[in-house]
């Protein structure tokens, strides 16, 4: 379930390229933005600082998400990266919620902002530039390593480069005399911050609270279990994600006569078809010999022990047992160690039969071995 050495640099290397651009840009943005007057440069310089908060639950969550199952953690680390990504998405929303209330209380106010140096609006389209080709790589990389966690971070460098779109604008708006764009713009990008963040934080919130997976998701995965041969029908599927990856149980109808090992057998080769063509983590398989309806009735039959003391005392000689727990009940095939007459066979069928008393008692036959074999 966990990732590839390779793939875990690739989280850990985009990552750190987060921290070192966000520290870079933060920094001239603050410096810059107090030598040009630019209070909205310095409040986002700050907003980039932010970002390091985020970058750090990120490389935290990596560290342990990868990490093999334990005794503490037996299905293993993944859902530290749901974590993350619920963390980055409700970092997201207050982001946007603070671009809100900012800008609301400019356009109520009704305050003009102080005339600023232009070098300020290069520093602006230079961190909108930075912040968008971020996004970009990341966003990528997320994708190809099937990650919530990175896309989620990689959204947030794209709310980041939509909030200097908005200082971008709102100095040139300061430069043209347009003192009131600034805000209607932060309006307008602070809703879809927390629309954003708030899809990220519902799909983590679904994931740790065991939501299935999508309708499409199950369809296919359905398909590929009914491509196994030997599988005659599947009910009981459930399925819940663990971090990115999904972990399922299900019951499949198998003919009632198999064989304990060619059960094992298809079931085995199920679980490893769906997680060579699924993002399944584990696939638990339990075999149903044809569809049992009456579970209730089934657990009220005799147990094998119960069964084999009946069969050596009516048949007071060894005897090889075969029992059949089925939907239309207990099936007893004895065969015996010594060869007897088949009206002694008989006999012995009805003998047994009375003695079972079984209320679902489906058949019972008595068996000789082979000419020349004995038991």
Known sequence: MSRTHQEQRQALRSTWLSVWVNLTLALAQVVIGFFARSQALIADGFHSLSDLLADAVVLWAAGHSHRAADDTHQYGHARFETAAALAIGLLLMATGAGLLWTAGLKLHSGTALEAVH?????????????KEGLFQYMRRVGERLKSSMLIANAWHARADAASSLVVAVGIAANLLGYHSMDAVAALIVGVMIVKSGWSFSVEAF?????????????????STIHSVDGVRGIHG????????????????????????????????????????????????????????????????LPPRAQVQA????????????????????????????????PSEIKRMERALREALGVQHLARVRVTCPPTGSTI
């Open 206 to 222: 679904h994931s740790l609270t065991d939501h299935a997976l999508d309708p499409e998701q199950i369809s296919r995965i359905r």
């Open 118 to 130: 232009p070098v300020a609006l290069a520093v602006a389209l230079l961190t909108l530039v930075a």
């Open 237 to 300: 599927l459930r399925t819940r994600r663990m971090g990115d990856w999904a972990v399922i149980d299900l019951h499949i109808e198998v003919d009632a006569y198999l064989t304990v090992s060619e059960g094992h057998f298809i079931a085995e080769t199920i679980a490893a078809r769906v997680k060579e063509n699924h993002r399944v983590a584990e696939c638990t398989v339990h075999i149903d010999p044809g569809r049992v309806r009456h579970l209730d009735r089934l657990l009220a």
């Open 310 to 341: 009946t069969v050596q005392q009516v048949l007071g000689q060894p005897a090889l047992l075969r029992l059949h727990y089925l939907e239309s009940g207990l099936e007893v095939e004895a065969e015996l160690a010594n060869h007897v007459p």
